[in-house]
């Protein structure tokens, strides 16, 4: 059994508890910042499915209390964390299907997406339609799945060096991708692991699909990044 904050004193009381998932023995028995969580037939999921829980998963379960202290789910949100982020100029953007590429990443703006004008305009009533090809922008994004979707999307004054944080999904020395984009590296390029400098060859052993990868330097009209620094982090 998993362990709870509520007891039977609290049965029929109406919960709203977001966190991450802390344990986990099924989809049907789970528990998020440490309070039992069960789901049911009848419990509804939105932005995921009852196989995508799962240790560490952030959620937002909505429910009642039942007469062992366990809380039962009426509804469960799976609230995806940025786990990209893009400085760099917007290559091209498309009002039809909203969506922007900046550094060969395509991503879509949504009505959920946080847009802010931090550049001289300063435009108080800011959206994509406001975005042209050559802004520089400061994009923070997560995939659902299908698509990489904006979480925020800022406008700035151009800045002399483009950056990219992610996931790496591919490893082609002297290259390295994040998501669609590339970065490419060179004898320029200083290379670091966990704040530890080391050169190219033992940096390229190291770096493996999956890492969080973090790299600064220029990028080309084609969207692909020259690296003066490229760092792999925990």
């Given at each position: 059994?998993?362990?709870?904050?509520?007891s039977a004193?609290?049965e029929?009381t109406?919960?709203?508890?977001?966190g991450?998932?802390?344990?986990?023995?099924?989809?049907?028995?789970?528990?998020?910042?440490?309070v039992?969580?069960s789901?049911?037939?009848?419990?509804?999921?939105?932005?995921?499915?009852?196989?995508?829980?799962?240790?560490n998963?952030?959620?937002?379960v909505e429910?009642?209390?039942?007469?062992d202290?366990v809380?039962?789910?009426?509804?469960i949100?799976?609230?995806?964390?940025?786990?990209?982020?893009v400085?760099?100029?917007?290559e091209t953007?498309s009002?039809?299907?909203?969506e922007?590429?900046v550094?060969?990443i395509?991503?879509?703006v949504?009505?959920?997406?946080?847009?802010?004008?931090?550049s001289?305009?300063?435009?108080?009533?800011?959206?994509?339609?406001?975005?042209q090809?050559g802004?520089?922008?400061?994009v923070?994004?997560?995939?659902d799945?299908?698509?990489?979707v904006?979480?925020l999307?800022?406008?700035?004054?151009?800045?002399?060096?483009?950056k990219?944080?992610?996931?790496?999904?591919?490893?082609?020395?002297?290259?390295?991708?994040v998501?669609?984009a590339?970065?490419?590296t060179?004898?320029?390029t200083d290379?670091?692991?966990n704040?530890t400098?080391?050169?190219?060859d033992?940096?390229?052993?190291?770096?493996m699909?999956?890492?969080?990868?973090?790299?600064?330097g220029?990028?080309t009209?084609?969207?692909?990044?020259?690296?003066?620094e490229?760092?792999?982090?925990?």
């Amino acid at each position: 059994e998993l362990g709870s904050t509520f007891s039977a004193e609290d049965e029929d009381t109406e919960v709203e508890l977001e966190g991450l998932v802390t344990s986990f023995v099924s989809a049907e028995d789970f528990s998020v910042n440490g309070v039992a969580v069960s789901t049911t037939p009848a419990t509804e999921f939105e932005g995921g499915a009852p196989a995508d829980i799962a240790l560490n998963v952030r959620v937002e379960v909505e429910g009642v209390i039942n007469a062992d202290g366990v809380l039962v789910a009426d509804e469960i949100d799976f609230e995806l964390e940025s786990n990209l982020e893009v400085q760099g100029l917007v290559e091209t953007k498309s009002d039809l299907v909203s969506e922007i590429t900046v550094l060969g990443i395509r991503m879509t703006v949504t009505s959920e997406t946080q847009l802010i004008d931090e550049s001289d305009t300063q435009l108080r009533f800011f959206s994509l339609s406001d975005i042209q090809p050559g802004d520089f922008t400061i994009v923070k994004a997560f995939s659902d799945g299908t698509s990489v979707v904006a979480d925020l999307l800022k406008r700035t004054n151009p800045e002399d060096k483009s950056k990219l944080q992610g996931l790496v999904s591919a490893v082609v020395a002297p290259s390295i991708f994040v998501g669609e984009a590339e970065i490419v590296t060179s004898a320029q390029t200083d290379f670091e692991v966990n704040d530890t400098p080391v050169n190219s060859d033992d940096f390229f052993i190291t770096v493996m699909v999956g890492d969080t990868l973090s790299a600064q330097g220029s990028s080309t009209t084609s969207g692909v990044l020259t690296a003066d620094e490229v760092e792999l982090e925990d």
